[in-house]
């Protein structure tokens, strides 16, 4: 018959004195189908908890014929072809997807919103083809199936970081006691495929079209996209937590805070004509952040800050504009910046510049900041020779300056 009663106990007595290493069912208790699981060793001996396990649902009881009617029950839907599964998922103590839930909840208190909503994304990614199935049923091969299904729709890197995921996520459950070992994961490959960029031609005139398409309501966006494309060390999660406070115009610095207590902000030299450009927006308290509404828009008050997706609109409009298409943010960016400077500079300027550095580099080289700073003015998608201003009053000036 389908489905049984067990136990996660063992023995106590055959635990004594065990072998090692303890073979496979050593120890475990067995249903003596009329009023529990005792050890066949020791009948005396036997267990308190229970667990029911019928067409991969696993339901954890406290007496054995509550156990023992729940699995009849289930039995007799089976047999009268009433039995649907689904009907008791969300019930299911033990499935990927209760204990996801329970995970997420747990981390949202623990991590930052930015890395709160990347483990979410994962386990969004694995639910559709884990979220019945019980964490003590994930194994080797159910892990290697996941892989094949997931390698065919997303990219390698992602994967990579869903399995990251995966393997916090069942750590913890070994932590509570929900499984008593980790699985075995299948081999993968992090290596990303080349992403399609721009040549910097193509990247300025990109550029230029954010700040005609949007420099009069929404200037910080302009500007935070050309701080992107100059300064390869600045993510755009990363700028997005800036505030008014990490930036000194006077010595010409952006620093970068980090998301982690033990980890040193990032601190970012830029150009003259940045600061220049920045002295023109609107002054803000320094604890308000630097992407941020000037104006009143739909939907939002000025202060405001840039949601998370903002600057990858305002690009995407842009391309959309000038019918460049398949180059997100990032890439049109900094891949763009980086891969143009590594058709003419050294590893270890590079490196320094885009602040990348590895062990070697990092030990052997010294460069200064006027190394970065003359690939920043290169780098610079606009045209040097150009202030922008602005009057606030809706009105967009562009002022030439003789250099």
Known sequence: MKGGIYSEERCPKCMENPPNP??????????????????????????????????????????????????????????????????????????????????????????????????????????????????????????????????????????????????????WCLDRGEIDHLPRFPKLSKKMGKRKILDKPTQAAVVEKVYEMYWNHAPRACIGIELLCTYPKIRPAELRQVQEKHIDLKNLTITIPSPKENVDPKEVDILQEHAELIRTLPKGFPEMYFLRYDYPVKGRRVGDRFGRDYLYHVWRRACEALGVKGVPLYPGTKHTTISDWARKYSEARIQQAAGVLSDAIRRYTVLGREDCVSLYQEARPTDPGKVLAMDFKGQKDILEKNQ
């Open 22 to 171: 303890i073979p496979r069912g050593y120890g475990r208790f067995k249903d003596n189908k009329v009023d529990g699981l005792q050890c066949p060793d020791h009948p005396e001996q036997r267990a308190t908890k229970f667990k029911v396990i019928f067409e991969g649902l696993h339901r954890r009881v406290d007496r054995y014929q509550d156990a023992k009617d729940l699995l009849d029950g289930w039995r007799w839907e089976k047999r009268q072809d009433k039995f649907n599964k689904k009907d008791y998922l969300t019930s299911n103590p033990l499935s990927f997807q209760v204990l996801g839930e329970k995970f997420l909840a747990v981390k949202k208190l623990d991590l930052r919103p930015e890395g709160y909503r990347r483990y979410r994304y994962h386990y969004l990614t694995c639910v559709g083809e884990l979220g019945s199935v019980p964490v003590t049923q994930i194994n080797y091969g159910v892990l290697e199936d996941l892989k094949i299904k997931l390698l065919g729709g997303l990219a390698p890197k992602t994967v990579y970081d869903t399995f990251g995921f995966l393997k916090t996520f069942l750590s």
